[in-house]
Antibody, heavy 125, light 108 residues
Framework: QITLKESGPTLVKPTQTLTLTCSFSGFSLSTGGVGVGWIRQPPGKALEWLALIYWDDDKRYNPSLKSRLTVTKDTSKNQVVLTMTNMDPVDTATYYC?????????????????WGQGTLVTVSS | EIVMTQSPATLSVSPGERATLSCRASQSVRSNLAWYQQKPGQAPRLLVYDASTRATGIPARFSGSGSGTEFTLTISSLQSEDFAVYYCQQYDNWPLFTFGPGTKMDIK
């Protein structure tokens, strides 16, 4: 059974760096084809994909946020960490991590079949 | 960037009725499209991928169709638990995966 859970601060100040951890079980990020993504959702708004890390440490970012994002993995701990620099009130959102579905053998096809519960991050002074 | 649009923004339907939700891509995404359901306070749930393949455990009343730029999610007979927000997501344009703005389905 695949589960994911996000953890991190609920409140950050403008200009600070946000660090979120995704702890997962039921799969290994050392298995070929596996990926973990980050998606966020401002209150009452739509979903926005942020970043993706693959089993082979390939990392992909939303171009509009690429300069502010870093994603890393710790395979031994079954964790993925997302950092976002220079936080702004517009970054207030629920942040989700999610498992890339391996229904397709093509790792370029990325949709998410298991999601964490999400963590609400508020950016305010 | 491929822009996804969804219509209508809100759909009011009675339980037992059929609901049809639309998703349009600004350029062809072939069949690389997924649908998600999101209830208040919950994470999205994958319903359909590859435009028409139901995800594991998804009831048969959910069906997806379309290819290229026009897609449809149909719920054949609405149950009370189906009232939620529905999002489409394209994954053809690697590595920029984009979601639509959502369709909120509420009880008529």
């Amino acid at each position: 059974q695949i589960t994911l859970k996000e953890s991190g601060p609920t409140l950050v100040k403008p200009t600070q760096t946000l660090t979120l951890t995704c702890s997962f079980s039921g799969f290994s990020l050392s298995t070929g084809g596996v990926g973990v993504g980050w998606i966020r959702q401002p209150p009452g708004k739509a979903l926005e994909w942020l970043a993706l890390i693959y089993w082979d440490d390939d990392k992909r970012y939303n171009p509009s946020l690429k300069s502010r994002l870093t994603v890393t993995k710790d395979t031994s701990k079954n964790q993925v960490v997302l950092t976002m620099t220079n936080m702004d009130p517009v970054d207030t959102a629920t942040y989700y991590c999610a498992h890339r579905s391996t229904s397709s053998g093509n790792f370029l096809l990325v949709f998410f079949d298991y999601w964490g519960q999400g963590t609400l991050v508020t950016v305010s002074s | 960037e491929i822009v996804m649009t969804q219509s209508p923004a809100t759909l009011s339907v009675s339980p037992g009725e059929r609901a049809t939700l639309s998703c349009r891509a600004s350029q062809s995404v072939r069949s690389n499209l997924a649908w998600y359901q999101q209830k208040p306070g919950q994470a999205p749930r994958l319903l359909v991928y590859d435009a028409s393949t139901r995800a594991t455990g998804i009831p048969a009343r959910f069906s997806g169709s379309g290819s290229g730029t026009e897609f449809t999610l149909t719920i054949s007979s609405l149950q009370s638990e189906d009232f939620a927000v529905y999002y489409c997501q394209q994954y053809d344009n690697w590595p920029l995966f984009t979601f639509g703005p959502g369709t909120k389905m509420d009880i008529k």
